[in-house]
């Protein structure tokens, strides 16, 4: 089996959006998220956790009207902590003052890096795809991912249960992990449950072996980071990290219009280029 050879897409990652440290108005964020659409990105990239939900909502405030042209992914099993449910109550504030104060800008960002609880018991998994549901104003995503499980999770059939039934009802049409690390990636790119893996692309020989795996179960790969690509500048690295036939995705991230457009006119050269090159 080969996976689908059709032009990788460029999807817009949120992971930034609603943050407490993007200091963009509820106004602002579903204008750049219109933008996106706009300039023709089709795919977007969020998860439960992201803004603390915030990131699924704006998605669904600011283009639910054109859900039928998108595809979303979203990601489920990261938590808050009681102390960042609580901070996420006073995030309006915390986003003023932090554009203000370099020092508690650093506190947010330091309690942020020292990551969330994780939960992947399937009656959590089932609950938490039904929240994003309800926050992104759809009825399905095009990818369900478990956000960066450990490794014991993919044999966990209860899991795996709720993970099928999702996608046998048609609220997920797809089954991913996103993955922290390469030996997770290798894991899910067998499992027979998994349709789609994420992962950050570098030079560590184990992210070939695992595009090739993917590519030899008829899967697919959607990337984030990007390979080197010598002089070429932002094209030039995504043309590398396009060159698998496995990849058919690549996130890029920005809250900022101006990089928002410069990360599609460089998508479109490298995609361009690629596909020259396969005539």
Request: net charge positive.
């Amino acid at each position: 089996m080969t996976p689908d050879r059709s032009p990788p897409s460029l999807a817009l990652g949120c992971a930034k959006i609603g943050s407490a440290l993007t200091p963009l108005s509820a106004r602002e964020t579903i204008a750049l998220l219109r933008r996106a659409h706009e300039l023709g990105i089709r795919d977007f990239d969020t998860a439960s956790i992201y803004g603390q939900g915030d990131s699924e909502r704006f998605i669904g405030l600011a283009l639910g009207a054109q859900r039928h042209t998108l595809r979303i992914a979203t990601k489920g099993g990261q938590v808050l902590s009681a102390k960042q449910a609580v901070l996420a109550r006073f995030k309006g504030p915390i986003r003023f003052l932090a554009a203000r104060t370099g020092r508690l800008r650093q506190r947010v960002a330091d309690a942020r890096d020292q990551g969330v609880p994780k939960c992947f018991e399937a009656d959590h998994i089932a609950r938490s795809l039904d929240a994003s549901l309800r926050r992104l104003s759809t009825d399905h995503v095009d990818i369900y991912y478990l956000h960066s499980p450990p490794i014991g999770a993919l044999g966990d059939q209860a899991l795996k249960g709720v993970l099928r039934r999702a996608r046998a009802a048609g609220q997920a049409k797809r089954i991913g992990v996103s993955c922290d690390d390469l030996d997770l990636a290798l894991a899910a790119a067998i499992d027979a449950d998994i349709d789609v893996v994420q992962f950050a692309l570098s030079d560590d020989p184990r992210c070939l072996r695992v595009l090739d795996t993917l590519a030899a179960h008829g899967k697919q790969a959607v990337v984030r980071g990007l390979l080197g690509g010598g002089s070429q500048g932002l094209a030039g690295r995504i043309a590398a990290s396009v060159a698998h036939p496995a990849v058919s995705v690549v996130i890029l991230g920005t809250t900022h219009a101006g990089h928002l457009a410069e990360n599609v006119r460089a998508f479109e050269e490298a995609t361009s280029t690629r596909l020259k090159d396969a005539a």
